[in-house]
Nanobody, 125 residues
Framework: QVQLVESGGGLVQAGGSLRLSCAVSGRTFSTYAMGWFRQAPGKERDFVAAITRGGSSLYYADSVKGRFTISRDNAKNTVYLQMNSLKPEDTAVYYC??????????????????WGQGTQVTVSS
């Protein structure tokens, strides 16, 4: 069974930074693309960023381009989300997820098969 465990969330003032980590169990981490999503209260879970299995291609939601950076360390089975210039509208629970093999998209929750429990990010104004 694959397990994903996020960490690094917290409370930060607008303009600040946080770095989220997602540790993934198992030996096949480098086989899969990975993604980050977020869900604010009363809203759907939205795509934030994704990274291909080797890290050569990155994908971002328009709302975070230029502020967030996704990366991965396959030796550590970990994917990261560096979040800079945070805004109050970034407040949400952030989830990492493993993309399904042979999936045709990076942007939809249906393309991911395993999810972490989420970590809360709160940005105060």
């Amino acid at each position: 069974q694959v397990q994903l465990v996020e960490s690094g969330g917290g409370l930060v003032q607008a303009g600040g930074s946080l770095r989220l980590s997602c540790a993934v169990s198992g030996r096949t981490f480098s086989t899969y693309a990975m993604g980050w999503f977020r869900q604010a209260p009363g809203k759907e879970r939205d795509f934030v960023a994704a990274i291909t299995r080797g890290g050569s291609s990155l994908y971002y939601a328009d709302s975070v381009k230029g502020r967030f950076t996704i990366s991965r360390d396959n030796a550590k089975n970990t994917v990261y989300l560096q979040m800079n210039s945070l805004k109050p509208e970034d407040t949400a629970v952030y989830y990492c997820a493993r993309r399904r093999l042979w999936s045709d998209s990076y942007y939809n929750t249906d393309n991911y098969d395993y999810w972490g429990q989420g970590t809360q990010v709160t940005v105060s104004s």
